[in-house]
């Protein structure tokens, strides 16, 4: 890998500094505007967005909805932490430098950069949490997957990744978010159901200006709930 990417002629090459040379054209202010967004400000709008769903969620719909919704909004961090996990061998199995190691004349945003290159962690972690997010919601996840793209173009644009890393990263958390996903909310399910049964916890899963409960319920809850009540106000 290394190899190839050593070779001018290589279009991975090609293509990193097509889009690395846009950072030299620019403005010193845009640069540092770019090194933030690419650094750190993407990751932060994916927190928004994803908190951004888990209160639109739970606001509409039934409690099935809102319990299968938040429960994919739990997969979200889960998926991108897991992918990041498998990263660390193919790291070191492909051994592949950073590209200003190889190439000179990049023009390199950050500094510090002593890692391998291949997969990007940022691409990996970003496009792992746009598309478990899509599972959960579909407005949400492609605002998410949106993000995720800009965050590959941004570290190309940095000059601390290939062309190929970043799609490599982008396979890497579409990869796991999708094939892990059954069994994933196979678990989480249950355990957001309890949480949503719950009266303190209960809002995290449902506000309560959201609809009433889903009829899939077991019907002896809410009369033995009724009863206790009924109890109640006796005593009171």
Not at 47 to 52: A, E, F, K, T
Not at 89 to 108: A, K, Y
Not at 208 to 222: F, S
């Amino acid at each position: 890998m290394a190899g190839l990417a050593s070779d001018g002629s290589n279009p991975d090459v090609s293509l990193l500094y097509d889009i690395n040379g846009l950072a030299k054209d620019a403005p010193t202010w845009l640069d540092r505007v770019m090194e933030f967004v690419g650094e750190y400000g993407i990751m932060l709008a994916m927190v928004l967005v994803v908190l951004w769903c888990w209160w639109s969620v739970r606001r509409r719909g039934t409690l099935e909805d809102s319990v299968a919704a938040v429960a994919g909004l739990v997969w979200a961090p889960l998926a991108a932490g897991i992918a990041l996990l498998v990263n660390i061998p193919i790291r070191g199995f492909v051994e592949r430098p950073r590209p200003f190691l190889d190439h000179q004349g990049l023009e390199v945003l950050v500094d510090g950069k002593t890692d391998f290159s291949f997969v990007s962690d940022h691409a990996t972690m970003a496009m792992g949490i746009g598309v478990a997010l899509f599972l959960a919601h579909r407005w949400f996840g492609l605002a998410a997957i949106g993000l995720a793209l800009a965050e590959g173009f941004c570290r190309v644009y940095m000059g601390v990744h290939y062309p190929t890393d970043v799609v490599g990263g982008f396979a890497l958390g579409t990869a796991v978010a999708l094939l892990l996903a059954p069994v994933a909310l196979a678990l989480l399910t249950p355990v957001v159901s309890a949480v949503a049964r719950s009266r303190r916890a209960g809002r995290l899963v449902r506000s309560r200006r959201a609809p009433a409960w889903a009829d899939r319920h077991e019907p002896l809850d809410l009369p033995e709930q009724r009863l206790e009540g009924d109890d109640n106000d006796l005593a009171a």
